[in-house]
């Protein structure tokens, strides 16, 4: 039998790729022009990163990590995500201050052993920034206004931006007590999840879909939300209405990740079944402290680029594919067609997308191969015109046929392409 690809993860074949170059490089530019540059970091980090970066408790580290013990008895793990990587590489090469508040992003796959659905994979996409260095709430309102400057870019209709205050650990520990007491006459009833989270994490029992009902009249976080948590998430409001960010304040909203304090925030988009969420991200002030550098601040964001398409496809919007073929020459005799192999060589040097015959087939089949890469024009070349120092080149969109000499063929297709 043949062996196929592990589940939950997917080939991206030439016809769709053109998709994702576009939206990766649709992500660059925007990066470039909010001031944010690149950061690669491995795929795998030590285990102890993710345990400690992304939190114990969480269902990502629990239960989703692809971890392996290495040839020299290291516990490793596939990334789940990119923003405990960051902050590490952001300690380890003492990027602080440079050249005051670093911002950076990164595109690249993630890894989570999940249950494979529309829009959930095993090894999925995110584009992601992270800036670090200011606890000003203008960043905050930044970092969201850039994913949602995004994805209108690309043209996804109808996307909420969803925020929140998870507060600092002074009022979480009051609000996490709150709640727990609010859930301790229905603890027995909880799924088996929520059983465990009620000790370890409680504030994640409202984010569970099979729990929802007992949920309903549980105290928000926003009721014990000390002054200074207030007031930033205030400003933060108000820097997105100044930006005209549409927003809708969700109280309930918990993200899956133990880092967050302040601002937590996330992209909701219809047309992908039961999920809707295609973004996330938010405020983590002491995560670079715990993962052992001085303690700057930091906020963030992670868009999965898998259910962007799916969203633009659902949605019927078109983006760019691949640009068509400039010039696809067929040369016609033994001579001829050394010379086509010297002309395409030219036109490439020039500029243009030029291709040609490789399996020596009959003119016909190829002018059916230069019609499925959409050419502009079809060059063709017989030894009687070779002879004569000349060149037939048809436009494809007409019909319409011309000689050329030989001499200014790649000149005159230069300047047909930039028309
Ligand atoms: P997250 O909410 O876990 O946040 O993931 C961000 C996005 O990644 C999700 O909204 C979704 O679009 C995509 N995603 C997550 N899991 C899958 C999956 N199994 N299949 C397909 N797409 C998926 C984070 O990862 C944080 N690091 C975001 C962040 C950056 N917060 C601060 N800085």
Redesign the pocket.
Known sequence: MSIQKPK?TQDLLPGEIEKWQYIENKARELCSRFNYREIRTPIFENTELFQRG?GETTD?VEK?MYTFIDKGDRSMSLR?????G?VRAYVENKLYGEPDVSKLYYIGP?F?Y?Q?QA????Q???F???AFGAVDPSIDAE?IALGYTFYKELGLKDVTVEINSVGNPACRAVYREKIQQFFAPVKDKLCKDCQSRYDRNPMRILDCKIDQKYGEGAPTILEYLDEECTVHFQAVQDHLNAMEIPIRINPRLV???D??THTAF??KAAGIGA?D????????NGLVGQIGGNDQP???????????LLVLQAQGVDIPTAPPLDVYLIGLGETAEREVTKLLQQLRVAGLKAEKDYLGRKMKAQMKSADRYHASFVAILGDDELARGEITVKTMATGEQQTLSLEQFVAAMQKQKAL
């Open positions: 939950g992304v990502i989703e789940p995500e990119g923003t405990a960051v993630m989570r999940e494979p829009g959930r994979y095993r999925f996409h995110q992601g920034i992270e970092v993200r899956g990740l880092y967050y996330e992209y999920i969420t295609i973004g996330g991200g938010g405020r983590y930091g906020v963030g964001l992670g868009l999965g680029m898998e259910r962007i």
